[in-house]
């Protein structure tokens, strides 16, 4: 799981939302603020309708600035700006002053914070020094909370000094200031004295620079005036450029007079980090036991009730002391400090943890699942729960409550079948009556359980997803868990008055007036979007709102949506409502709703997450077009935002391609003229941000508009790709991979008859070929180390479609050798079957069953009867109603999305290729297959 996707939850029940669409009160009550920050985050999280209640600012940003100063707001921040940038954004911080330099963080906890921000004011105001800060208990809050990212943790105030003597000043005298002041360490920094403040060399306005792995990244120029990535890793680092300043030297020899060396612990590896601190295992030196450590950072790793890391560890701490000999938790062994971090010791626990289950054990990992394998699962997944419910009684007859059970924190023994239960750092007394602090998103319950009803709310969605591991959806709708049931029911034995338990205690309504998913008495398929004031006017419900007795009867979920996937075109139309339903043409930042990706630079713009990905479905599938849609892209294409990335699936060249397929050819020509003024040969070579797939664009608009010079610069990247494929690629697949790079050359070999191109398209597959395993199901999947993939991105799908177009070019040709013709032929045919397993995890395009399901659609190698049609149906499993049409959720299954790569968008034009008939959809460059098989 991809922890960074919980912190877009907050601000919408429906799609993931970046955080400065939180509203924001004007009201100086800092204190009522930080009360609310628990309550607002737990209701947005468990999908008990968006977050309305508006946050208060901190009394510091209400405050008026002086003449000639100016103040922007750009995400979780507020800039500060004594003047006019110069050479750089208003982020820079004004004036004729360094683009890059040593900058200082100060750090904050939300009960000093205001204060901070105060004497930061006070102090940088008058000096003219530029400056920003977070300006929000509740943004401040989700900056520290357990999953945010590391980088960026305990940064609540950056200012920026205008060169080293400035620099020097600041710290000592800001320093004398707020001495003492509480604060989250920051990991990226070297702290002064003991803090809050730190330091660290970076850059001070928004420059970008192709990283090592050919994508844009944030930037800083080196000694030779180059510009090189800015590394941002949770560690002090100095470029090798950049001297240390002597006024720094003590407090490095500081930071690193702290080390292990005098524990009696030897710590053997890290299982796992969050922003609260690193899990361990370790040796006791002692005795020679095998033990956990669990660390806590003060201030850091909050909770939705405020709680840091190290207050939830000594919560656990003495919660596992309670459950000691209970058998169904770890011992406590030890506890001790470390610098300021606490560490808890536990017994280690033998086993694997449910989840860990899935990847091997599941009967539907397979195309033609066994009917005794399927009965044995169902048998070992019903004791299992019955183990868990258990160990779960114990914990409440010795008067507390887990308050986090999901299947991460369930071990199970070596026997496959005993089960103890981890991580209780939110267990409360089951007298408090509390609600939930830290949870799962697809085992948070509703906010008005209490006490043990959180944990059976927890039991009863795990009986769901030891079957069908998908209760992400239900903060979405809670009654999507009758569909489930039903989905479940039809694939498994499982007794019915069993599931009918758990959509019983998912669904029902705990206060009067209450609909079991949360929104408005109307039900999810009437709620508009999320109540944003720039969402337009919604269609008729999709459904009316559930009875409760349809709610908590497995079977009766039938009509949950509001067309069946395979009836196209009736699906078609239904997908585009909901898409266009969820439109916000009035945002700068993005069209349609869709991954976090939107949230970088340029991510709402283009295919893969963007409006131009979205148009092209429509055009695709045949749908109406959406001129809106149309002048909303041209209008931030005009020039693109600073940043936005460069190639076909992620950028610039992408919306090229999409606007001159809708006519708008002369704009998608002045993109790619400004594309090629920037390096464009330092791109990486894959298709999704590289030079395979601007190749591609380059030459298809040299097709269209007759500019021979843009076949040249095609035929020049496709150079480049070819001398570079002797070193092999970090990754395999079609989006990151060398079989990107195939699909360019079989397209150049298409308009030139080079027969050298189709020898380097079959050199590229077997790059990838050669990181292929073949799975227990006999597919042919992409291993990537730690998990194998068949999917159309990063998997073996999108191997399997250059496959079937290089293959009868290379026959004709006579390219192949005879090696390569049967290892080609025989990846086709395992590739096909690792497209038809009965489960997938997610449904999108590029990393779920709507991939594959495309690839089914598209090949010409032998598809099993019946396949696509039960592929197509499948799809349907993930589906939800949304604003009177059918949508799909992203990646992570948290929210909905919109967008081509990971969501609707993306299904529709899987849909439109298996049940489009003579006008079935296709991707760029990846047309349907007309040729011989």
Request: include cysteine; proline fraction near 7%; hydrophobic fraction near 40%.
């Amino acid at each position: 799981m991809d922890n960074r996707y919980e912190v877009f939850c907050l601000a919408d029940r429906h799609f993931y939302e970046s955080l400065d669409r939180l509203p924001m009160a004007v009201s100086g009550d800092s204190a009522s603020a930080s009360g609310a920050v628990g309550g607002a985050v737990s209701g947005a999280v468990s999908g008990e309708g968006p977050v309305r209640t508006p946050v208060a600012a901190f009394e510091t940003a209400q405050r008026d600035v002086p003449d000639g100063w100016r103040t922007l707001r750009v995400g979780d921040w507020l800039h500060l700006d004594p003047g006019p940038a110069v050479g750089a954004d208003a982020s820079s911080g004004g004036g004729e002053r360094p683009l890059q330099g040593w900058k200082i963080h100060v750090s904050a906890g939300l009960g000093n914070a205001d204060k901070v921000a105060a004497k930061v004011w006070d102090h940088c105001v008058p000096r003219g020094i530029p400056f920003k800060f977070v300006p929000s208990p509740q943004l401040l809050h989700l900056r520290n909370s357990k999953y945010a990212g590391r980088d960026t943790s305990g940064k609540f105030v950056t200012i920026y000094p205008d060169g080293e003597p400035q620099l020097r000043e600041i710290l000592e005298e800001l320093g004398e200031l707020l001495d003492g002041e509480p604060g989250p360490y920051i990991l990226t920094d070297l702290r002064w004295r003991e803090g809050p403040l730190y330091v660290r060399y970076g850059a001070f306005a928004k420059r970008f620079c192709v990283g090592e792995h050919g994508t844009l990244v944030s930037a800083i120029e080196d000694a030779e005036g180059r510009l090189v990535p800015d590394s941002r890793a949770p560690a002090f680092h100095v470029p090798e450029w950049v001297t240390l300043p002597d006024f720094l030297r003590p407090h490095l020899k500081a930071r690193n007079a702290t080390t292990v060396g005098e524990l009696p612990y030897r710590i053997e590896k890290a299982l796992h980090f969050s922003n609260g601190g690193g899990v361990y295992t370790a040796i006791d030196t002692r005795t020679g036991e095998k033990v956990v450590l669990k660390e806590g950072r003060p201030h850091a790793g909050l909770a939705s009730d405020g709680a840091d890391a190290v207050t939830r560890l000594e919560r656990e701490r003495d919660v596992l002391r309670a459950l000691g000999g209970s058998g169904v938790a770890p011992e406590a062994r030890d506890w001790f400090t470390l610098g300021d971090h606490r560490f808890l010791v536990m017994e280690f626990l033998e086993g694997k943890p449910l989840n860990s289950y899935f990847g091997h054990r599941h009967p539907l990992l397979t195309p033609e699942p066994d009917p005794e394998a399927v009965a044995g699962y169902t048998r070992w997944a019903l004791r299992i729960h019955k183990g868990v419910e258990r160990a779960v009684a114990a914990v409440h007859a010795r008067g507390l409550v887990v308050n986090d059970l999901h299947m991460y924190n369930v071990m199970v023994g070596p026997d496959d079948e005993s089960v103890r239960l981890l991580d209780f750092e939110a267990a409360t007394d089951a007298g408090d009556g509390r609600g939930q602090s830290v949870a799962h998103p697809g085992f948070m319950a509703p906010p008005d359980r209490r006490g043990t009803a959180v944990d059976r709310y927890a039991l009863a969605c795990l009986r769901l997803a030891l079957f069908l591991p998908v209760t992400t959806l239900l903060p979405i709708d809670r009654t999507k868990a009758a569909h489930l049931a039903e989905v479940i029911a039809g694939q498994f034995p499982v007794p019915h008055a069993w599931l009918a338990e758990a959509v019983h205690e998912i669904t029902r309504e705990e206060g009067p007036g209450e609909a079991a998913g949360g929104g408005p008495a109307a039900g999810p398929g009437a709620v508009a979007p999320s109540g944003r004031e720039d969402a337009p006017e919604q269609g008729p419900a999709a459904r009316p709102a559930p009875t409760g007795a349809a709610r908590t009867a497995v079977g009766r979920s039938r009509g949950y949506l509001p067309v069946d996937v395979g009836d196209w075109p009736a699906a078609r139309d239904a997908m585009a409502h909901a898409i266009l339903a969820s439109a916000t043409p009035r945002r700068d930042d993005r069209l349609f709703p869709g991954d976090i990706a939107q949230f970088g630079d340029g991510g709402g713009l283009g295919i893969a997450h963007g409006a131009a990905g979205v148009l092209l479905a429509f055009a695709e599938t045949g749908l109406p077009r959406y001129p809106e849609g149309e002048r909303w892209l041209l209008d931030r294409t005009a020039p693109p935002p600073n940043g936005t990335p460069l190639g076909l699936y992620d950028g610039v060249a992408g919306i090229a391609y999409v606007l001159d397929r809708l006519g708008h050819t002369d704009r998608a020509l002045d993109l790619v003229h400004t594309l090629l003024a920037e390096k464009w040969q330092h791109l990486a070579s894959d298709l999704y941000g590289g030079l395979a797939g601007l190749g591609l664009v380059l030459d298809g608009l040299a097709r269209s508009t007759g500019d021979i010079s843009l076949r040249d610069r095609a035929l020049e990247a496709a150079g480049i790709v070819a001398a570079r494929l002797s070193g092999g690629t970090p990754r395999a697949g079609l989006m990151h991979g060398a079989t990107g790079a195939a699909l360019l050359f079989v397209r150049l070999y298409e308009r030139t008859g080079a027969r050298g191109l189709l020898v380097h398209a079959a050199r590229a597959l077997s790059l990838d070929l050669d990181r292929c395993v073949h799975t227990a199901a006999g597919g042919l999947d992409v291993d990537e180390g730690w998990r194998t993939m068949p999917y159309l991105g990063d998997g073996s799908a999108g191997i399997g479609m250059v496959l079937d177009d290089l293959l009868p070019l290379a026959r004709h040709a006579g390219t192949l050798t005879p090696d390569d013709a049967v290892r080609f032929e025989q990846a086709r045919t395992d590739i096909v079957r690792a497209a038809t397993l009965r489960l997938y995890a997610q449904p999108g395009l590029l990393a779920g069953r709507a991939g594959t399901l495309l690839h089914l659609a598209r090949t010409r190698t032998p598809v099993p009867a019946g396949a696509l049609a039960e592929q197509t149906g499948a799809l349907g499993w993930y589906g939800m109603p949304y604003g009177g049409g059918l949508a799909f959720p992203g990646n992570q299954m948290m929210r909905l999305s919109m967008d081509l790569g990971t969501g609707t968008a993306g299904c529709l034009l899987a849909l439109g290729a298996a049940t489009g008939g003579a006008a079935a959809a296709g991707l760029p460059f990846l047309p349907p297959f007309t040729g011989g098989s």
